[in-house]
């Protein structure tokens, strides 16, 4: 399939097509690139799952504050993880896969923010594209309760009983329907976009575009690597955060192998530092 033109002089990169059950590969080496790598990724998930803590702490008793903070995370995640997939990259490469490599992944950008073709806004715009989606879902979510819930719903155990628990009506189930429903693009927006926007030079158009190709041109596949991830995320939220501390870099690593088996990037120049700032 030959790649479509877009807005500029860049095409969009060829998407390849992969078997059903390839996102169980995908996450095999994920977890084998986060064991090779050790203490520096795991400190991501560490990092994450101690603010979900405090989070959880600060705002128990806020149920909507804490329900859009956790799916805030979920939507931008994607973006979190940068790093880790310029940690995967690294051993690709042969390359030191370190704290070096962490710090080198956030500064890089700045070097190309003015460059033509993304730069450093594009990790900037995507982020704030993601956050407002997150936004507007907690939005439409409170919206949704409030005005047909049987009775206030302030706290988590009000929504258990009076959404999750209810004998009548079918309030959760179309809640979780309009979840899916705004969960299906953003996740089509973003499956491969971020590693795409690290690894080559891009703008948030083309990587979304492509991420959409990824998507239509293997639709099981993806359909299976969301459950995947939503259910992994869930677990490491149902262990009182603490499982978040594998399955964070997991997943991160694991998208990176995602993104090398579904797009073809050897037409696209790679996104590199300015001569000397490497």
Not at 225 to 240: D, E, F, K, Q, S
Request: proline share 7%; glycine share 8%.
């Amino acid at each position: 399939m030959p790649p479509r033109p877009t807005r500029g002089t860049l095409p969009l990169p060829p998407v390849k097509s992969v078997a059903l059950t390839a996102p169980f590969d995908w996450l095999a080496k994920g977890w084998h690139d986060m064991w090779r790598i050790g203490w520096p990724s795991l400190l991501h998930g560490l990092v994450l799952a101690v603010f979900g803590a405090m989070l959880a702490w600060a705002a128990h008793d806020r149920f909507w504050l804490l329900a859009g903070a956790f799916s805030g995370f979920l939507i931008v995640a994607p973006v979190l993880a940068t790093s880790l997939y310029a940690l995967s990259r690294a051993l690709e490469r042969d390359e030191p896969a370190n704290l070096g490599t962490i710090g080198k992944t956030w500064t890089r950008w700045q070097y190309s923010r003015f460059a033509v073709h993304g730069g450093y806004w594009s990790l900037v715009r995507f982020g704030l594209l993601l956050s407002l989606a997150g936004t507007g879902w907690v939005m439409t979510s409170a919206a949704l309760i409030t005005a047909l819930a049987p009775a206030p719903v302030n706290t988590l155990q009000d929504f258990l009983h009076h959404v999750v628990l209810a004998r009548h009506g079918f309030l959760f189930e179309l809640w979780m329907v309009l979840g899916a429903l705004m969960a299906a693009p953003l996740f089509a927006s973003s499956v491969v976009s971020m590693p795409l926007l690290l690894d080559r030079r891009c703008d948030v158009l083309q990587a979304v575009l492509t991420s959409w190709q990824t998507v239509m041109t293997n639709p099981g596949a993806l359909a299976l690597w969301a459950v995947l991830i939503l259910g992994l995320t869930v677990l490491g939220m149902l262990t009182a955060l603490l499982g978040l501390v594998v399955i964070v870099p997991w997943l991160g690593h694991a998208s990176w192998h995602a993104y090398r088996a579904l797009v073809d990037t050897s037409r696209l120049p790679e996104r590199l530092p300015p001569e000397g700032q490497a």
